[in-house]
């Protein structure tokens, strides 16, 4: 039986083109720039200066302040500059530039393939461990993990949830994950049920991933209290909430957290980092990124140095197609189009799309016609038409009354809409709105 | 007359009579005494409710007009100091003078200047726009050029050039109520001192990058080499973040700085034309010889500096 959310989602059409395709290493570039802003919250201290020599995975940058978190360096080599550099958004932020020189690992990284399963670490020191390495959430929002597993006080965890739903299309990173390391995933997944003192973890895996499905229920077997469910191919499965209304069918309250109704969900990429971070003492420097489009000459999955630019994994799956249109980080639907190939890869990124003109562009826009589809396909039970011109019309303060933050940013309004309305647009401008004047209540 | 209609005349106008009796008594219970000069300056005010003072409307601002012991800390922009004067009349209170203001656009980037580098095709929105990123030109600083600030404006003084891609002022409908300054996300336009026959110097362009970077993204953007502060004999200019800034108090709109900008970046608007000031400059320029090698000097670094 496989299971799904309520209400509402969409079915775009997967494009998995990557499905296939091994973990390819891409070699280390010449010169990486690593951002400060990587993760949610506040930018760490920046440890290092110009002309410092630095190796694989030792720590340039120290977390400061409630959330935050560390960065290492991913390569070796002579720190060129530390300095503003453009990032995604196209502003200047800050970032360490290095110079690659060798390839020179910490003696203290454990580079052997070799499995280990056994958990030495107590609970504190695994929340130490997570934290010193790094580790953020790797789905994309980039939260930082050991905040997620200090619980609040008198909140019990009963649930793990892995999200290996990956219900994004073209994306293929957990995918690939989980069928060359389902073994690491699951030591992972097992000591951050140690971390949180839970007894049931449950891994959502969409049934457009039959083989993922299969590898990982064999696996399982051998984990005590880790249970593999297949879920129907929907988007936006992998939303943290509508992971957990479709695996446990309880509902996170509004404005609430997954640990409201005892659950903590992390995603693969996330577990394989604590695996390695906890039983390699291998800091977080590196991840798996999709790298794809249908008009790459070679699309791929790729581990990659962060810090690494996107020109070079482009150069690497062959180069960019004539009639692209935009070069999205993510996947289409919740990406983001890129301002420059220059840009990083960091923590979060878990694709590069590239989509031809023809599919990129958006379309004329027209007149609302009261369809409601955009209430039929949204996984939060909003309104979303109604929102739309409270944003044009600046009535930030009755979209808050409509729920408006209660809104996952997924895209599947927009994406519904016979009238290519830009309703997401309006109601991520209200958002904004919404939190400037809740912080101004605040004061 | 049939007692019918008879009896309906008497009731009728028996209910009518309490029912005006009792409205009356109300309607002098709940009295509202409102001062009579209330009404007569918000009649004086403009009425656009354009929320320029800093208060909710026209009446809200007549209100704190009549609770205030003096103007000093209030002023109606759009009226100006003439619709000041008569508020001042009315309340026999005084009024404080203001210089007037006017909007200006601190950008030129316009298409032919501004290459673009990538497309946005979203909602046409500054707000959405600048949200979501830097905008659709190397410059991180410069106009995105979706009219936020025309929506704004009550008073249709500003209009966007369909050619340069930039909103223009119209200044003699500009009143300076602060709308288009507080809507623009890149805070490109300020107010400044309105001067005779609306002339003005400014340095258009608010691009704070290092002069290199600034001139490869805009062909007009400040460099921040420090021509016109040193031209200037008033000290009116000020380079910080490698951007000029002209102050408009201390400004005497001489114009020695505008030939000097080697990016075109300081505009003068609404001056007489060039030619006879550049026979004025050009002896000027001869006399003070002493300034000349330095000037020379400085158009020599100024490759090396980029």
Known sequence: MFKTFRPGGIHPSDNKLTAGSEIRGLP???????????????SPKILVEKGDLVKVGQLIAQEEGF?????????????????????????????????????????????????????????HEIVRKINESGIVGMGGATFPTHVKLMLPRGKKAEYLIVNGAECEPYLTSDHVLILEKAEQILTGTSIMMKALDVDKAIIGIENNKLDAIAHMSTQAEHYPGIQVQGLKVKYPQGGEKQLIQALINREVPSGGLPIDVGAVVFNVGTLLATYQAIQKNKPLFERVVTVTGKYLANPGNLMVRIGTPVSALIEACGGLPENTGKIISGGPMMGKALNSLEVPIIKGTSGITVLPDTESTRKEIHNCIRCSKCITVCPMGLEPYLLMPMGERELFERMEEEWTMDCIECGSCSYICPSNRPLLDYIRLGKVEINKIRRARKN | MSPIVLYTIISLSATGIAAAIILFVIAQRFKVIEDPRLDLVEDALPGANCGGCGFAGCRNFAEACLRSDNLVKLF???????????????LDKEAVEKDPLVAVIRCSGSFAHREKVNNYDGAASCAIASSLYSGDTGCQYGCLGHGDCVRVCEFDA???????????????????????????????????????????????????????????????????????EKVC?????TIENFLAYIDPVKCKLCRKCVPECPTDAILEINFPPRKEKEAEIKPDKGAETAVEPIASDNTDAEPKSE
């Not at chain 1, 002579?78 to 290095?98: E, H």
């Open chain 1, 67 to 123: 959330i935050s978190a560390n960065i290492h360096s991913s390569v070796s080599g002579k720190v060129l500059k530390v300095d503003a550099v453009v990032d995604m958004s196209g502003y200047k932020r800050k970032a360490i530039t290095i110079k690659v020189e060798g390839d020179e690992w910490l003696e203290e990284i454990d580079t052997s393939t070799e499995l280990v399963k056994e958990i030495s670490l107590e609970r």
């Open chain 1, 28 to 42: 280390v570039p010449g010169q990486v720039s690593i951002p400060m802003n990587q993760h949610i919250g506040a």
């Open chain 2, 76 to 90: 109606c922009p759009p009226g100006g100091n003439d619709t000041m004067a008569e508020v001042a009349a009315i």
């Open chain 2, 158 to 228: 500003i209009h966007m050039n369909p050619e340069t891609g930039l909103p223009v002022v119209t200044d003699d409908k500009c009143t300076a109520c602060n709308a288009c300054v507080v809507a623009c996300p890149k805070d490109i336009i300020e107010l400044r001192k309105k001067n005779k026959r609306d002339r003005k110097i400014f340095v258009s362009c608010i691009n704070q990058d290092k002069g290199g970077i600034a001139k490869k993204s805009c062909s007009v953007a400040c460099i921040g080499c420090g021509k016109c």
């Open chain 2, 233 to 237: 004999p008033h000290d009116a200019i």
